[in-house]
C-alpha cells in the first residue's frame, strides 16, 4: 500500500483536541501487520470474521466503541474516534472495518439505555472483542421507514413474547446477542416500538438465512418465533425503541462516510502505485498529463469527502448538532467521492 498519511493527517487535525495521528498511524501499522499479511480469502467467512473482532480486541481498538466506566477509552464514545479507526481499517480490509462497526452498533444502544446489569454483563467483554454483538431492526416491509416495523412483542406478565423477521442482519449466526426492535404497543406505531436485548441462544430465536453478499459480510435473516424473553431484556424504557436506535445511529452515520473515505483512498493508492510503475513511451503513465489530472482530481474529491465527514463527526461530538451528518449530505458525499474514485482507478489501469 502507498503511503499517503501526511496529506490524511493534515486535513482532519483541526477537528480533534489532540494529535489524532497517533491513532491513525498505530491502526494502520496493526492492519498491514495484523491483517493485510495474513488471512484475506481464506476460511470460512464466520470464522474470519468472529477472529476479526477477537484480534480487534486484542489490539484495544474496540475500546473506542465502548465507554470508559466500562473497559472503553474515553469517557464517551466519541464519533472522530469511530471515523479514524473505520477510515484506515476499511483502507486495509473490509471485513474488519465491517467486524469493528457492528462492535459499535450493537453495543451502543446498550450503553445510551442499558440498566446497571445489562451494561457490566455485555460492554466490558464487547470492547474485549469475546462479545459479538448486533442490531436488528430492518424487516423485508420496514427498510428506510423503519417506524413500520411488523415484529411484535406481547407482554404476558413478567415476559414478552416475540414474534417477526428481520432482515438485512449483520453478524447473523456471529452474534453472540442481539439488540432488536419490535412494537409493544401497534396502535402508539412510533412511539410503541421498544429495543430488547437478547442472547442468541434464546429458544425462538432463529437464524433462517445467510444472505451473500459480494464484499466479505456476515448477513442475514433471523426470526422470531414465539422467542419468550423476562422483563429484564428490555432495553431502556418501553415505548422509547426508536428514540434509542436513532440516537445509536446519528453516532454511528458520519463512521459510515468515513469508511467509503477509507475505501477510496486505497483505490487512489492502488492507482497511484499502478501510475507510478507502469511504463508506455519510455516513461511511467504518471508523467503524461491526462493521467495527472486524472489523479488530482481523484486527491481533491477525497480531500474533500475527508473534511466533510469528520466536520461532521465533530459537529455530533462537540456541537451535539447532527445535520452535519445529515444521512442526505452524508449519502451525497459518499456516492461523489467514493462512487467517482474506484471507477476512475479502474481506468487508469484499464480493468
Ligand atoms: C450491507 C448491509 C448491512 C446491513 N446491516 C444491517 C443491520 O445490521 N441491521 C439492520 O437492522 N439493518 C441492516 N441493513 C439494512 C439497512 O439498514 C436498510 O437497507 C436500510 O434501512 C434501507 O432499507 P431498504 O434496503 O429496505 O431500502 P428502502 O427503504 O426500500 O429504500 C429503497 C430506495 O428508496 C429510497 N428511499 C426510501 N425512502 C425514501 C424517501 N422518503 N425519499 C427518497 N428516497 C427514499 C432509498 O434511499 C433507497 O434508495 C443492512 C443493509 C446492508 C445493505
Avoid at 31 to 36: H, L, M, W
Avoid at 159 to 187: H, R
Avoid at 257 to 286: C, H, K, M, N, W
Wanted: glycine share 8%.
Amino acid at each position: 500500500m502507498a503511503n499517503s498519511k501526511a496529506e490524511n493527517q493534515n486535513s482532519i487535525l483541526p477537528f480533534f483536541e489532540t494529535d489524532s495521528s497517533a491513532l491513525r498511524e498505530r491502526v494502520r501499522l496493526w492492519v498491514e501487520q495484523e491483517i493485510a499479511s495474513r488471512d484475506r480469502v481464506d476460511g470460512d467467512l464466520e470464522q474470519r470474521a468472529i477472529a476479526r473482532v477477537r484480534r480487534l480486541g486484542a489490539g484495544g481498538f474496540l475500546k473506542y466503541a465502548v465507554p470508559e466506566e466500562f473497559g472503553g477509552m474515553r469517557n464517551t464514545v466519541q464519533a472522530r474516534d469511530l471515523c479514524l479507526v473505520r477510515e484506515e481499517l476499511a483502507r486495509g480490509d473490509a471485513l474488519t472495518d465491517t467486524m469493528f462497526a457492528m462492535q459499535a452498533l450493537g453495543s451502543y444502544p446498550i450503553t445510551l439505555a442499558g440498566n446497571g446489569a445489562q451494561r457490566d454483563r455485555f460492554l466490558p467483554p464487547t470492547a474485549r472483542g469475546e462479545c459479538i454483538a448486533a442490531f436488528a431492526i430492518t424487516e423485508p416491509v420496514a427498510g428506510s421507514d423503519v417506524a413500520s416495523l411488523q415484529t411484535r412483542a406481547v407482554r404476558r406478565g413478567n415476559e414478552f413474547c416475540l414474534t417477526g423477521t428481520k432482515s438485512f442482519i449483520s453478524n447473523a449466526g456471529v452474534a453472540d446477542c442481539y439488540v432488536v426492535f419490535a412494537s409493544t404497543e401497534p396502535e402508539k406505531k412510533s412511539k410503541g416500538i421498544s429495543a430488547f436485548l437478547i442472547e442468541a441462544k434464546t429458544p425462538g430465536l432463529v437464524v433462517k438465512e445467510k444472505t451473500e453478499l459480494l464484499s466479505p459480510h456476515p448477513i442475514g435473516v433471523i426470526e422470531f418465533a414465539d422467542c419468550v424473553v423476562g422483563e429484564d431484556a428490555l432495553l431502556g424504557r418501553e415505548g422509547k425503541g426508536l428514540q434509542i436506535a436513532f440516537a445509536t445511529l446519528d453516532l454511528l452515520r458520519c463512521s459510515v462516510g468515513a469508511a467509503a473515505v477509507g475505501l477510496a483512498q486505497r483505490a487512489l493508492d492502488e492507482a497511484v502505485q499502478y501510475s507510478e510503475t507502469r511504463r508506455q513511451f519510455g516513461r511511467p503513465i504518471a508523467e503524461f498529463q491526462g493521467i495527472e489530472f486524472k489523479l488530482a482530481e481523484m486527491a481533491t474529491e477525497l480531500e474533500a469527502s475527508r473534511l466533510l465527514v469528520y466536520q461532521a463527526a465533530w459537529a455530533h461530538d462537540c456541537a451535539g448538532d447532527d445535520s452535519a451528518a445529515d444521512p442526505r449530505r452524508q449519502g451525497l458525499d459518499r456516492r461523489q467521492h467514493y462512487g467517482k474514485a474506484i471507477p476512475r482507478r479502474a481506468r487508469i489501469a484499464d480493468l
